[in-house]
């Protein structure tokens, strides 16, 4: 038992980060780790844990050393605990990715809790349960925190950090800050929401999908081309939002919603639109406003064209060596 | 009335199109074929388009440059028509881009037919009418196809082509050809559908979003951050289907259906799923094997790292600039 009254250590002083669960999500997390500079340690109990993780190490590096190494970065800030109480002696804080399984992870947070210092942080990469379930049956509910990622974590920045009804507001910051340190985009849910954000946005994207084909409206590779050369290429840019701030000309998100809100009322996807009420237009406004931080539309449209034109020479150079 | 019998140029042999309607739109197709290398005649009735028109091309030549100019491209490649007719005359093809208003468009149609070529192609921009309402008053309906571009179409590749109960099949092959000749994406829809295919992929995402604001779920930073750090980032390389192929692991496309079936039902966003048939499942399955064209997952991970590192490191150069 580990539970001698260390203090919590401050995001940026953090050495080590225990790996909870291997496999693509919790061996991308420590890839991202190790070229941040920090030690991983990693527990899985599967047999063939360690030697797919070595492998997977051992084929990604060049793809970290390719987005840069951090300072202390290095291959071998990785160590092999031989039990989940070793794992939570020499961790600082435990990012958690045991199998979507309510009750496996209800149980391995009663567990943590009996090895893991109650002041340090655990961050669970669940995308399907909310952290109310996940704490429910744990000794010490207020230091779980959702931290999801997207795969792969070692190269997509977009984390969504939530808490639990019990989770408390110091841990929920602890963990927006840990990942901001260490280059990930955080965003700090204000609701607890199935899905989340970003994976509300694509299941609705990914249902029309579906929609689409089942009817022989379209098939896979239009919807692919579709978005790969269409849409997508903004959004990875600026957001469907600001995108659309863009559509409006001068007058910006303002001018869209006035103009074509009427538009929200056509049958252009099976999902019901809600009420354009005026208290929704002017939050979508005033949040394209602080987005676009005093840049006018015209602006935002010379600053996309340049993003698009990296993009696409770099889509093309790629494409070329592959077909 | 130029209706002299000559017969429609095969797709690579034009020479000049007509751009009728200037604004974002169709100032970008012209934009667009002037760097192919082809010739534009435009004709806009607005007292201020040409002027309009001349400092888009002036601002937007540079880009044109760096994305690469095409045989015979030159920024004099432009001309303004005094009238319809003297358009239609000179034009092998014409690209309208009237305003969204439906009987303004019947009856610009019905125009166009008194001055053009029963002979060569009419392709509408629109992206809120069906081409059968659009054709519905016209004398030569079977010519009128739909090309519906995306902002800004200079440089994002996705057209749509879709024809009207009237169009003939001929008509629809052409402008399929033409675009592809001419460095567009085009895809040939299968049905007259409300918003086509990406207009009702992302209305759906978009609508989704609107909802997310409304009820306070997320902001609109929140919103575009989770697109652009997330997965929008992956989209722009290959698209929602063959990115969740990756996410099934080896066994891509279905072990992720198979596995991930039942989340469909979850309360993820607003849209209903369509039931996950046998059928359905099989066509995602097929599409993606398709698409991968003989590449592994594992094949398909390097080269979407590959890309994604590419696009990650040209952003960030660009954030640099920015902020």
């Known amino acids: 038992m580990s539970k001698e009254n260390k203090n919590r250590p401050a995001p940026e002083d953090v050495k080590t980060v225990g790996i909870l669960g291997t496999g693509v999500i919790g061996g991308g997390w420590a890839l991202h780790f190790m070229r941040q500079g920090l030690n991983?340690?990693?527990?899985?109990?599967?047999?063939?844990?360690?030697?797919?993780?070595?492998?997977?190490?051992?084929t990604t590096w060049s793809t970290m050393e390719k987005l840069g190494l951090k300072n202390g970065a290095s291959i071998d800030n990785i160590e092999f605990a031989k039990s989940m109480e070793e794992m939570c002696k020499k961790a600082d804080v435990i990012q958690e990715n045991v199998p979507e399984d309510l009750e496996l992870k209800q149980n391995t947070y009663k567990e943590l809790d009996s090895f893991f210092n109650p002041e340090l942080i655990i961050l669970s990469s669940t995308s399907g349960f909310a952290m109310s379930d996940i704490q429910a049956k744990a000794d010490y509910p207020e230091r779980a925190v959702v931290g999801h990622p997207f795969n792969p974590p070692y190269l997509v920045p977009f984390v969504e950090v939530a808490g639990g009804e019990k989770t408390s507001v110091d841990a929920l910051d602890w963990a927006f800050d840990f990942y901001k340190k260490f280059e990930k985009k955080p965003v700090k849910m204000k609701k607890e929401i199935p899905g989340f954000i970003a994976n509300r946005l694509q299941e609705a994207l990914w249902r029309e999908a579906l929609h689409m084909v089942d009817s022989g409206e379209a098939t896979v590779e239009e919807i692919d081309d579709s978005i790969a050369f269409g849409p997508g290429l903004r959004w990875a840019i600026m957001g469907p939002c600001l995108t659309f701030h863009l559509a409006g000309g001068e007058g910006g998100m303002a001018h869209m919603l006035d103009h074509f809100g009427p538009a929200l009322k056509e049958p252009w996807t099976r999902l019901e639109a809600p009420e354009l009420t005026k208290d929704l237009r002017d939050k979508m406004v005033e949040g394209c406003k602080r987005e676009a931080a005093g840049r006018s539309v015209s602006d935002l449209v010379k600053e996309r064209d340049e993003c698009l034109i990296s993009i696409i020479n770099a889509l093309e150079d790629y494409r070329k060596t592959v077909s």
């Open 40 to 58: 991983v340690i990693i527990f899985d109990p599967g047999e063939k844990s360690k030697s797919v993780m070595e492998d997977m190490v051992k």
